[in-house]
């Protein structure tokens, strides 16, 4: 299976596994830096956006790193198939699993994302 760096399944899934947890903690600092803030303008809706971006961001790294499972899972050689030197099953099943554990990072951050979005929503940020 030669497939060219563009379509690398593993390439997909670093931002899901890297960047989704990153931007959990990037959305925390910044959600608490900027309450102070926007009380002292009564402009605290301007913390939806924030919300919004980061949970955005976070569900699109996460389709791509499912998607990227769904490939490598599609691709998977079945019992008693011939496998070729350059694709050998080992190979396959590295790209799975690393796929499957960016998917769920990524949901896992996705989630928290959204229940992070809660407060913000539901209480308010000023008093």
Not at 32 to 58: D, N, R, Y
Not at 92 to 119: E, K
Request: glycine content about 4%; overall charge positive; proline content about 6%.
């Amino acid at each position: 299976m030669t497939t060219s760096r563009a379509h690398d399944p593993d390439l997909a899934v670093w931002p899901a596994l890297l960047v989704s947890p990153s931007l959990v903690l990037a959305h925390l600092s910044t959600a608490f830096a900027l309450v102070t803030p926007l009380c002292g303008f009564q402009k605290e809706a301007l913390l939806h956006p924030l919300s919004a971006a980061s949970l955005a961001i976070s569900l699109v790294l996460t389709l791509v790193a499912w998607r990227a499972w769904r490939r490598t899972v599609g691709s998977a050689a079945l019992p008693g198939q011939a496998v070729t030197a350059s694709e050998s099953v080992e190979l396959r099943a590295r790209a799975s699993f690393l796929a499957l554990v960016g998917t769920l990072v990524g949901a896992l951050s996705t989630l928290v994302l959204a229940a992070m979005w809660l407060p913000v929503a539901v209480l308010p940020a000023c008093n």
